[in-house]
């Protein structure tokens, strides 16, 4: 079974600061991973994903994450966090032959001025 | 572009009350999903529909039922609504069942409560 792991429901972070979410995942075969953002009262947003090819994924609004097979990882990082990136992501994996993408519990992201 | 739409938006129920909630996309997915979402427990699967003419159970199906009623729609049935249904209910699409690594695109969300 897939599965993926997020530590620290909440996250709080500078405005300016960097922002970082850990993101580990299980899987017996090679993963699909993906970030999700959720704003108050939305569905999600596809932020970005990995499917094998580059391991340096950009996305939008300035993220982009890392494949780290060794250390089965995707982190999601920003360099400079805004007012605007207050929100909920999840991390998810799906993989070839299984067709459900399995969430991780999400990070809430709050920005302090 | 609707992409992915749900209704109601929201709902409250008296506990043993039925009532479906309903999911329609407009992208030409084959693979469509229901899940709820709970607070710090993210996002588990209830049930998926790989392409029209199928349904299989997810993580959590008890107390659920679902209908593909065509490639278009796909509903889901709470047959008698318990305090524990109180959620955030969102349907998602995506391509194809085969082709994985396509993202699944979400609905705004359906918000219920079981009195």
């Known amino acids: 079974a897939q599965s993926v792991t997020q530590l620290g429901s909440h996250v709080s972070v500078s405005e300016g600061a960097l922002v970082l979410l850990r993101c580990n995942y299980s899987?017996?075969?090679?993963?699909?991973l993906f970030w999700y953002v959720q704003y108050p009262n939305q569905g999600l947003q596809l932020l970005l994903k990995?499917?094998?090819?580059?391991?340096l994924v950009k996305g939008i609004n300035g993220f982009e994450a890392e494949f780290k097979k060794s250390e089965t990882s995707f982190h999601l990082t920003k360099p400079s966090a805004h007012m605007s990136d207050a929100a909920e992501y999840f991390c998810a994996v799906s993989s070839y032959g299984n067709n459900r993408l399995a969430f991780g519990k999400g990070n809430q992201v709050v920005v302090i001025p | 572009n609707a992409g992915v739409t749900q209704t109601p938006k929201f709902q409250v129920l008296k506990t043993g009350q039925s009532m479906t909630l309903q999911c329609a996309q407009d992208?030409?997915?084959?693979?469509m999903y229901w899940y709820r979402q709970d607070p710090g427990m993210g996002l588990r699967l209830i049930y998926y529909?790989?392409?029209?003419?199928?349904?299989d159970k997810g993580e959590v199906p008890n107390g659920y039922n679902v209908s593909r009623l065509n490639k278009r729609e796909f509903s889901l049935r709470l047959e008698s609504a318990a305090p524990s249904q109180t959620s955030v209910y969102f349907c998602?699409?995506?391509?194809?069942?085969?082709?994985?690594?396509?993202?699944?695109?979400f609905g705004q969300g359906t918000r219920l409560t079981v009195v």
């Open positions: 899987s017996s075969v090679p993963p699909y």
């Open positions: 529909s790989a392409s029209e003419g199928t349904t």
């Open positions: 992208m030409n997915h084959n693979s």
């Open positions: 990995y499917t094998s090819a580059a391991t």
């Open positions: 998602a699409s995506s391509a194809s069942g085969v082709l994985v690594g396509t993202e699944a695109f």
